[in-house]
């Protein structure tokens, strides 16, 4: 089963709400690995599946989406999360197939078969506004998508 989530905000971060809205769609960002989850990444077969459903979303529904301030929208199946963060004060709008491409991007950076073998696969805004990647969601994987080491 496929399941969506809609976290509403990330804990220990305090912004002012803007009613400004920031399209995002297209946006260039910087791929970074690391093993903030864990010690594993994700199984690819389930992180397809999202991909899967990224497709019929955007074919079926709007092409974008839409996060407030300090919040992460969320895809999960199975193993793999793909996640996409607002780390600004405005609300924005970010493009479904944006999400998969550059999580795949990350993914195929810093999923095995390259090494060093790393759990998670992020792209970082230029700017700093905005982080998406994929990871994985084992039982007790560290995955929490306000830790971004730097």
């Avoid at 399941?3 to 791929?31: D, E, P």
């Avoid at 301030?69 to 199946?77: D, H, K, N, R, S």
Wanted: net charge negative; charged share 10%; hydrophobic share 40%.
């Amino acid at each position: 089963m496929f399941t969506f989530y809609r976290l509403l905000s990330i804990a220990g971060l305090v912004l002012s709400v803007n009613a400004q809205t920031k399209n995002v769609c297209g946006s260039i960002c910087n791929t970074v690995c690391s093993n903030a989850a864990g010690n594993l990444p994700p199984i690819s077969d389930d992180c397809q599946m999202i991909k899967n459903a990224v497709q019929i979303f955007q074919n079926n529904n709007d092409a974008t989406f839409t996060v407030a301030p300090a919040a992460t929208e969320e895809l999960v199946f199975g193993t793999c999360s793909f996640f996409f963060t607002n780390l600004s004060n405005s609300t924005q709008v970010a493009c479904w197939q944006d999400l998969a491409n550059s999580a795949s991007v990350s993914g195929a950076a810093c999923f095995p078969p390259t090494m060093p073998l790393h759990s998670e696969g992020d792209c970082r805004a230029l700017d700093g506004t905005w982080v998406l990647g994929y990871a994985p969601l084992y039982p007790g994987a560290a995955m929490l998508p306000q830790q971004f080491p730097s």
